[in-house]
């Protein structure tokens, strides 16, 4: 079992930054691929990132590319995505996720979740 906390959330003006984190506990952290997803009202949840367990491999949505980073510090259990040049359209929740090995980008493939961290981009 892994347990999975986000933080990070909030308020921010179109144009403007946030970083989030997933704290993981319970099985070793670094066994595991990591994923964010995000779930706007109304809509399906999709993929934002994905990040390797242990290369550091990276993945990311076309509408995230160039404006958001995944990264993790396995030695602290923990996993980020910065966020920057943030859009009114990427208001969600935001979810992170564990999956066994290779990193992917459906949520179905990912066992383990956080409650998510809600992200609202005023314009």
């Known amino acids: 079992q892994v347990q999975l906390v986000e933080s990070g959330g909030g308020l921010v003006q179109a144009g403007g930054s946030l970083r989030l984190s997933c704290a993981a506990s319970g099985r070793s952290f670094s066994s595991y691929a990591m994923g964010w997803f995000r779930q706007a009202p109304g809509k399906e949840r999709e993929f934002v990132a994905a990040?390797?367990?242990?290369?550091?491999?990276?993945y990311y949505a076309d509408s995230v590319k160039g404006r958001f980073t995944i990264s993790r510090d396995n030695a602290k259990n923990t996993g980020y995505l910065q966020m920057n040049a943030l859009k009114p359209e990427d208001t969600a929740v935001y979810y992170c996720a564990a999956a066994p090995p290779p990193m992917a980008t459906t949520a179905s493939r990912y066992d383990y979740w956080g409650q998510g961290t809600q992200v609202t981009v005023s314009s």
């Open positions: 990040i390797s367990r242990t290369d550091l491999s990276t």
